[in-house]
């Protein structure tokens, strides 16, 4: 696998943990520095580990991921995203609103739902010749990078949508969760 086509496959990886990210950066609206910093060092962080983790486990959980993965994502994000609407209409409030996202808890959970694809991705890579080290460290900046772009997007321009952006975000999450589903059952891809 060349270079080049290890920074595809980490931009890939990284979109999930994007679309997340804006969806963090709207709940937790001006974020200031450190805060914008936490989420995408969770994302990066589980996404250089999983592959690395995958290309260990090798072809033991070739099976076990391919057909639970996607599951696994789902109800991981689906939690996350039925969290936030139930917020979002009110019930459930916490005294700083919704801000799911400054919980280690949520940040943890959101970090594996997005980061389930890279693991199936490592155990493809125990098939080929790769040096998984480069591999890991690049899908885990690149993801992190990503992700901060995302905070700060989200930041910008949640503001416009107040409120109605955590019903939406968490709308997002659930979505994501089901195009992942579609995408690893029914072979529906989207763009």
Same mark, same amino acid.
């Given at each position: 696998?060349?270079?080049?086509?290890?920074?595809?496959?980490? $931009?890939?990886?990284?979109?999930?943990?994007?679309? $997340?990210?804006?969806?963090?950066?709207?709940?937790?609206?001006?974020?200031? =520095?450190?805060?914008?910093?936490?989420?995408?060092?969770?994302?990066?962080?589980?996404?250089?580990?999983?592959?690395?983790?995958?290309?260990?486990?090798?072809?033991?959980?070739?099976?076990? $991921?391919?057909?639970?993965?996607?599951?696994?994502? %789902?109800?991981?994000?689906?939690?996350?995203?039925?969290?936030?609407?139930?917020?979002?209409?009110?019930?459930?409030?916490?005294?700083?609103?919704?801000?799911? =996202?400054?919980?280690?808890?949520?940040? =943890?959970?959101?970090?594996?739902?997005?980061?389930?694809?890279?693991?199936?991705?490592?155990?493809? %890579?125990?098939?080929?010749?790769?040096?998984?080290?480069?591999?890991?460290?690049?899908?885990?900046?690149?993801?992190? %990078?990503?992700?901060?772009?995302?905070?700060?997007?989200?930041?910008? =321009?949640?503001?416009?949508?107040? !409120?109605?952006?955590?019903?939406?975000?968490?709308?997002?999450?659930?979505?994501?969760?089901? !195009?992942? $589903?579609?995408?690893?059952?029914?072979?529906?891809? %989207?763009?």
């Amino acid at each position: 696998m060349s270079l080049f086509e290890m920074i595809l496959t980490a $931009v890939s990886l990284a979109m999930d943990a994007f679309a $997340v990210a804006v969806v963090a950066g709207i709940a937790v609206q001006r974020p200031g =520095f450190a805060k914008s910093l936490f989420p995408p060092l969770f994302f990066g962080a589980f996404q250089a580990v999983m592959p690395v983790l995958g290309w260990l486990a090798g072809g033991f959980f070739r099976l076990v $991921v391919a057909a639970s993965a996607p599951w696994i994502a %789902f109800a991981l994000l689906a939690l996350i995203g039925g969290k936030m609407i139930h917020e979002a209409c009110g019930k459930g409030k916490d005294e700083e609103g919704s801000h799911a =996202f400054q919980s280690l808890r949520a940040l =943890f959970i959101l970090a594996i739902a997005t980061s389930i694809d890279a693991f199936a991705v490592g155990v493809s %890579f125990s098939m080929i010749d790769i040096r998984i080290s480069l591999a890991a460290l690049l899908i885990g900046t690149i993801t992190f %990078f990503i992700s901060w772009a995302g905070i700060w997007i989200g930041s910008i =321009f949640g503001h416009f949508f107040e !409120k109605k952006f955590e019903f939406v975000g968490g709308f997002i999450l659930i979505m994501i969760g089901i !195009k992942i $589903v579609l995408e690893n059952f029914f072979g529906i891809h %989207f763009i």
